[in-house]
């Protein structure tokens, strides 16, 4: 329906400006506006069919290259789950060192549910007060 609407204003626009240029009468008044609106009338005539079509070429160009990165990134991840030795190899090597970091035990925790708050905020407390006295 945009469309049908498009190019009737289009064809208003054409059949208007065939109109005008056969008018014999001197323009006054209404005829005299549409005479001096005209070219704005054109302009959006134009544009109504110009600016999705200017959109739609850079849409597809910016999808087009959304696939491309997509393809690129589809590639890499299947060279990850299928890796050669050399890279297999790398993978084991980075996850023992993962392995080797340190892992946060009961006695590095600071607040725990395991207990009430008004119990770890004595403890806190207590802690501060240690600390000062060092």
Do not use: C, H
Not at 7 to 31: D, E
């Amino acid at each position: 329906m945009v469309i049908g609407l498009g190019t009737l204003n289009l064809f208003g626009v054409i059949v208007l400006g065939s109109m005008l240029k056969n008018t014999t009468v001197a323009p006054s008044g209404f005829i005299s506006f549409v005479s001096d609106i005209f070219p704005l009338l054109q302009v959006y005539a134009a544009s109504f069919f110009a600016i999705p079509l200017f959109r739609w070429f850079l849409l597809s160009r910016r999808n087009s290259a959304i696939e491309s990165r997509n393809l690129a990134r589809r590639q890499r991840a299947g060279a990850l789950e299928l890796p050669d030795p050399a890279l297999r190899k790398k993978q084991l090597l980075n996850a023992r060192e993962m392995a080797k970091r340190s892992v946060i035990g009961s006695d590095r925790i600071v607040y725990s549910t395991e207990k009430d708050v008004l119990d770890q905020d004595y403890e806190a407390k207590e802690w501060d007060r240690r600390f000062k006295e060092l």
